[in-house]
């Protein structure tokens, strides 16, 4: 069974920075596109970034030249380096494979929360 941790979260002011990071087992990771997923209170979660095996790299457009993802194959582990912090970026945040979550067989992590406070 795939399996995620995510870490990295934490509090921080606006037009602060966080390094997000997340640890897959039981994936064949390096093939596999991933992505990162928040969601905030009373909201649906929503897909902020995805980088498929190759390295190509999609972006929601809320945050679009503020985060960057990237990922280490040999650590299977994935990245999403969050600039220019705002406090709409509030939400806990997830990682996992989008093809998984499409079909809907997707197993989530706990998250991690990150708070941008004004």
């Known amino acids: 069974q795939v399996q995620f941790v995510e870490s990295g979260g934490g509090l921080v002011q606006a037009g602060g920075s966080l390094r997000l990071s997340c640890a897959a087992s039981g994936s064949t990771f390096s093939s596999n596109q991933m992505g990162w997923y928040r969601q905030a209170p009373g909201k649906q979660r929503e897909l902020v970034a995805s980088?498929?095996?190759?390295?190509?790299?999609v972006y929601a457009d809320s945050v679009k030249g503020r985060f960057t993802i990237s990922r280490d194959n040999a650590e299977n582990t994935v990245y999403l380096q969050m600039n220019s912090l705002k406090p709409e970026d509030t939400a806990v945040y997830y990682c996992?494979?989008?093809?998984?979550?499409?079909?809907?067989?997707?197993?989530w992590g706990q998250g991690t929360q990150v708070t941008v406070s004004s």
């Open positions: 980088i498929r095996g190759g390295g190509n790299t």
């Open positions: 996992n494979e989008p093809l998984r979550v499409l079909i809907r067989t997707a197993s």
